[in-house]
């Protein structure tokens, strides 16, 4: 038994430094409270890093940008040395194959797959601008840190225990924010939440995002155009400044491969959760970003069943990759350059905060008195039990309300990232990183300036103040 507790007080501790904590963490520490940001991993940037989560998805609605603020400053921050380019309008060709999708919208907008911009990014360059902007902002970061309890005492957190190499930490903080992405603080410490869809638990799939070396683009994009039926959508972004020559000038995106797939199941026995493959030409030329492994009736927050998803989805890894070498030209040389270090989950616990953000406050454009950020991307579900999807279009972006990040039970705490106040359905928008970035840096922004109170109490902060805060910071609310 390791005897050695170190307890120490703090005014904010940030749980969780995935893209929402990061932000988080800069915010707070940016308007003058001294930040702890914990992290179980050894990298930044939770599921753009260590997830490969790429690219960035939409911080646009049809060409209206409505994410900024952190968000853009990390995306500049890339580009500066070479890690980035966009965000990149994606114009959509018509009549493909929309047999496994169910597609909604007012106006027939089809932004499918990206919500219109796309920005790609190097996940290697992003985990040294994270550390660099975490460090500017002075922020005191405990890497290799594992929450493992939570303490409560007249309706606030008193500590936030971790264990490590070197002993157990005992944090005791005026603020808390969760930023773990499964709302793993807030549950510990007794708050209510709802693990899935509303009436069944089910979550959505959980996958793992890889890169593929050695592809001949050129020849894949002539395929795809010339067999326009196997896709359910496919956009080529449009570059419109100078690139370096190792940058990939002509990129393209899209969902499908259906007969390749349909047939390699049948006759080669590929090992696969899906009937289509979604593919995004990478920032270099000559790699392609795969988002096609799923694992459904996965539970987040168990570790038996985190456990069996990566085992899963590393198999799909390798036998979808031997069905891609094998059938689609350009393909033939192909490598596995890259997977990712960590399942990625996009649904888990959604904790139940004083507003619960639902499909209809996001598809009806819903604009709230409290107001800390605005929502970009389409409703995107992911069926939890079966391999159709849901895809949404959004005619307006819409806003989430300050409210979703706090929670009855829990004066001291505050919630960001894809954990907040949401149903299933709403978080199907919600859950994607810009988006959490923006909450991310309200949530930071709003225990900065609870923190300067008496009372310390996230229930009676003045939201005017922290509007106006988050636009003199460069965020749209």
């Keep these: 038994m390791n005897k050695n507790i170190h307890r120490v007080r703090k005014n904010v501790v940030v749980v969780g430094a995935g893209p929402a904590g990061c932000a988080a963490s800069i915010a707070c520490s940016r308007n003058g409270q001294h930040t702890v940001l914990i992290e179980k991993n050894s990298i930044l940037g939770g599921m753009s890093t260590a997830g490969l989560v790429k690219p960035f998805m939409t911080s646009y609605v049809k060409d209206k940008k409505v994410i900024a603020g952190i968000f853009s400053e990390i995306v500049d921050r890339l580009r500066f040395y070479n890690g980035a380019l966009g965000p990149l309008k994606c114009p959509y060709t018509e009549n493909f194959n929309k047999r496994d999708v169910v597609i909604r919208s007012k106006d027939q907008t089809d932004t499918h797959g990206t919500g219109g911009y796309i920005t790609l990014f190097d996940p290697e360059v992003l985990k040294y601008v994270l550390i660099e902007e975490i460090q500017r902002a002075g922020i005191e970061l405990v890497l290799h840190s594992f929450l493992s309890d939570v303490t409560v005492e007249n309706n606030r957190i008193k500590e936030i225990v971790t264990n490590t190499k070197s002993g157990t930490y005992i944090y005791e903080p005026d603020l808390v924010i969760d930023a773990t992405g499964d709302g793993d603080v807030a549950a510990l410490a007794g708050c209510r939440y709802v693990l899935g869809r509303e009436e069944d638990r089910y979550c959505q799939p959980v996958s793992v995002m890889y890169t593929l070396g050695g592809i001949d683009a050129d020849r894949v994009r002539e395929y795809i155009l010339q067999n326009r039926d196997q896709f359910e959508w496919l956009t080529f972004p449009e570059v419109k400044e100078n690139i370096p020559p190792t940058f990939e000038s002509k990129p393209f995106a899209g969902s499908g ?110 604009q709230f008195f409290d107001s800390i950020c605005q929502g970009a991307f389409p409703v995107d579900i992911h069926d939890p039990v079966g391999e159709k999807g849901t895809w949404i279009e959004l005619n307006d972006s819409y806003s989430i309300p300050y409210r979703c990040l706090i929670t009855p039970e829990i004066d001291n705490l505050i919630i960001a990232g894809r954990c907040i106040s949401t149903t299933h359905d709403a978080q199907a928008s919600t859950r994607v990183m810009p988006t959490c970035i923006a909450i991310g840096q309200a949530a930071g922004t709003a225990a900065a300036i609870i923190r300067q109170q008496i009372t310390k109490n996230v229930h009676n902060i003045e939201i005017k103040e922290l509007q106006n805060r988050l636009q003199n910071q460069g965020a749209i609310i």
Excluded: M
């Excluded at 080669?268 to 493959?277: K, S």
């Design 257 to 366: 491969f259906f007969d390749i797939i349909a047939q390699a199941k049948k006759e080669e026995g590929l090992v696969f959760g899906r009937n289509q493959v979604t593919f995004f030409t990478d920032l270099r030329k000559g790699e392609l970003t795969i988002n096609a492994t799923r694992v459904s009736g996965i539970d987040g927050t168990k570790v038996e069943d985190l456990t069996k998803a990566e085992i899963e989805t590393r198999k799909q890894v390798f036998s979808l990759t031997g069905a891609l070498r094998r059938s689609v030209p350009g393909f033939e040389n192909c490598f596995i350059l890259a997977s990712s270090s960590t399942i990625g989950v996009r649904e888990s616990r959604k904790i139940v905060g004083e507003y619960i953000l639902t499909k209809e406050d996001v598809l009806n454009s819903k």
